[in-house]
């Protein structure tokens, strides 16, 4: 095991043991390498874990969840999204926020169905690995910037952590309304500073590298993440669970006909 493997692997438990210090927890968890890591290492600290998915019945997200639930043996909540329900408290959502980003828009209605799932479960803290793609060259906007140099690959990163802590905050404004706390291990101040000191080619490797990731998914497989999660490519959840598809479909989607601004991932 490489030395900055094992350091990030520390860094990771300490982290949810510092931010997590609560028995019972919900994960929010689409089955990809970042909530996945995060569910494995809830669950190897001795926490009672529940693992929560939203999406369409059709979705990427819901199929591939329950594969690699099944493969980490934790107790996994499906909510599967309907059409109408959705548009109602889409409608909701929208008066609880004040946010014209399509992207977090998507990311606070998929947190809703969250959080009143982990309160119908009785659980108050939900936990979510945001921050990775921001820490760990994620983005596909990772790429176009490459070329240009690791001060502009760390000045994109600043401004994905700046625009990332924006929606934590509107994340938390929807789950209150459940009485449910959202909490992010890995957009901790400490945790942000130790990933920022590992080197860029431990993260990402050149202008037309389509993986990303590289030393996360290395210590998620060595910690027991199952491979074709830890290995499988980006879906952002709002595309994984067909919400920005129904959320295109929405009234809401625009705003005195001009589409919503979108962020860049």
């Known amino acids: 095991m490489s030395l900055l493997r094992q350091e990030l692997e520390c860094a990771l438990h300490d982290i949810v043991r ?15 390498v970042d909530s ?55 409608a909701h959502v929208l008066q609880t926020i004040t946010c014209g980003n399509t ?17 119908k479960l009785g659980l108050s803290v939900v936990a979510s690995a945001n921050g990775c793609d921001e820490l760990f060259c994620g983005y596909n906007g990772y790429r176009a910037v490459y070329d240009k140099g690791e001060s502009a690959i760390m000045e994109y990163m600043e401004s994905k952590i700046k625009n990332e802590l924006v929606l934590v905050q509107e994340i938390s404004a929807v789950a209150a309304e459940f009485s449910v706390q959202v909490r992010q ?57 067909y919400i920005h598809k129904n959320y295109k479909k929405s009234p809401s989607a625009r705003t005195d006909g001009k589409e919503m601004k979108k962020s860049v991932v």
């Open 18 to 32: 510092a931010v997590l210090p609560e028995k019972n927890v919900a994960v929010a968890f689409s089955g990809g």
């Open 36 to 90: 996945t890591l995060l569910a494995v290492i809830c669950r190897d600290l001795g926490k009672q874990v529940t693992l929560v998915t939203v999406g369409f019945p059709d979705s990427h997200d819901v199929s591939f969840s329950k594969e690699i639930a099944s493969k980490i043996g934790l107790p996994h909540k499906v909510v599967e999204l309907d059409s109408l329900d959705f548009k109602k408290d889409l």
């Open 103 to 119: 992207s977090h828009i998507e990311n606070c209605i998929a947190y809703y169905y969250i959080a009143q799932a982990a309160g």
């Open 185 to 241: 291990p890995f957009l901790s101040t400490e945790f942000v500073e130790f990933a920022k000191k590992v080197p860029i080619d431990q993260k990402i490797r050149g202008a037309n590298d389509m993986v990303r990731k590289h030393i996360l998914r290395q210590a998620a497989l060595s910690l027991g993440v199952p491979e074709e999660s830890a290995l499988k490519p980006k879906k952002a959840l709002q595309y994984g669970s």
